[in-house]
């Protein structure tokens, strides 16, 4: 049987260096929190009751975002460096034998892959621990690794401990760590806070251990960007980047065309079927999952939303919570703006608005429409300028269309209020009242003509040039 794992991964921290009233972890790249991404790597080595995230700032909002993960809690309710929140797991991490590893909620771009590498250098050297290496053109805030002539990793110095010629070393802690899970435990209690900030630090495990006589191995990643840790905004930005970049490169490799790739932005969870386009400037957000032979048009948002096979989206069209099934065409200028359905082979056109509105199978509204809390059945024609009237100011209600029925343009419709199927509304209609199916409802003024008044006013001026009417 393989020994066991246990993973600690520490998210205590506020981020000072964020300039932030949110904790670090909580902050996002390629569309989702830090800590998730740190989190459901964890998850490819180790069951969820194997993970313990020790939490301080803010520390019911990171519980919250990892509920759905089952994974589980220490508190550590003063940040008293990266040793003391490991040690604070101490009394509730039960399993005492095989390794920990120690993983930094800042650092979000690890691989499972590299993780493994780095349990087999410490499982199979007998080292009692193993850390993450890397050369950094500029190491500038990064812990700086120490090395014997044997190559093991002696001491790590941090920034501002650092000597000017250790300052000058390039390797760097990425501040992951697979640790002899018996021996960490031993000697953790043996940190002391003998350092300016007066913390407990995690790297000083390495000359402890040293001091009793173990060696620690250097792991040096092949890939240096994978170990970023995110301090400011800035750092932010640059793996907010790498992450939409690897996104789009493996939709690419599944099959899906983007046009001008560094100008989309599709977050980490989104789903994409073969032979869909994205073009240029699109967002695709959230948990969206978009089916095969679809296209997402220019500067288009689809956030939260599932889009069935060939649908498709022409540019400056935003969908949001919203579903919509095959063969249906949105844009340009559509907006989906909540909890919508659009049905199969339904057609929305420039300046319509939909809320909490199902759109039947076939049905059209092609321009400048508001279809609010309305429920409007298959091949139904909204004609341009329709507006449901879903609130009346203390209450929203709801309108029915039945099928086939014809709104004619610019008709108003008062809700409570319900068509019949196959129902007309002649066009500029106010409708208060239900329609029965398959009749005419007309519900406006109706047009006079008075012949020559145009011709009499216009004599009329010229007889009496003083009179302004
Ligand atoms: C740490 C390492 C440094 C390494 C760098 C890599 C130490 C002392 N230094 O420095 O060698 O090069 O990471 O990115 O470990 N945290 C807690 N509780 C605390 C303090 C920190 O949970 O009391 C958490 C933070 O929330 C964060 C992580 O530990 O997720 C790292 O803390 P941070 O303050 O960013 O450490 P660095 O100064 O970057
Ligand atoms: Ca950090």
Known sequence: ??????????????????????????????????????????????????????VGHQAADVRKTLASRGVLFAEQT????????????????????????????????????????????????GAAAAAISTFQDDPTGYGRIVRNERGEVVAVVEEKAATSEQRGIREINAGIYCFDAPLLWKHLHDLRPDNPARELYLT???????????SVLPLVAGDSSELLGINTRVELAAVDRILRQQKVRQLMLDGVTIERPETVTIDSQVQIGMDTVVEAFARILGDSRIGSDCRIGAFSIVNHSTLEDNVLVLPYTIINTSQVATGAQLG???????EN???????????????????????????????????????????????????????????????????????TLVAPVEIGEGSYLAAGSVITHAVPPDALAVARGRQV?????????????????DSRS
């Open 1 to 54: 049987m393989e020994s066991p794992l246990t993973i600690i991964i520490l998210a205590a921290g506020l981020g000072t260096r964020m300039k932030s009233r949110k904790a670090k972890v909580l902050h996002q790249a390629g569309g989702k929190t830090l800590i998730e991404h740190v989190v459901d790597t964890a998850l490819e080595l180790t069951a969820p009751s194997s993970i313990h995230v020790v």
């Open 78 to 125: 003063e940040q008293k460096g990266t040793g003391h929140a490991v040690l604070c797991c101490e009394s509730v991490v039960r399993e005492r034998a095989g390794r920990v590893v120690v993983l930094y909620g800042d650092v979000p771009l690890l691989k499972s892959a590299t993780l493994r590498r780095l349990i087999e250098l410490q499982s199979g050297s």
């Open 204 to 214: 000083d495990m390495v000359e402890i251990l040293n001091r009793e006589g173990h």
């Open 332 to 338: 340009p200028y559509t907006r989906l703006r909540m």
């Open 341 to 411: 359905y659009v049905g199969a082979g339904a057609h929305i056109g420039n300046f319509v608005e939909l809320k909490k509105t199902r759109l039947g199978d076939g049905s059209k509204a092609s321009h400048l429409a508001y279809l609010g809390d309305s429920v409007i059945g298959e091949k139904v024609n909204i004609g341009a300028g329709t507006i449901t009237c879903n609130y009346d100011g203390r209450k929203k209600s709801q309108t029915k269309i039945g099928d086939r029925a014809f709104v004619g343009s610019n008709s």
């Open 449 to 465: 003509n008075k012949e020559q008044w145009a011709r009499r006013r216009r004599e009329s001026a010229i007889q009496n040039p």
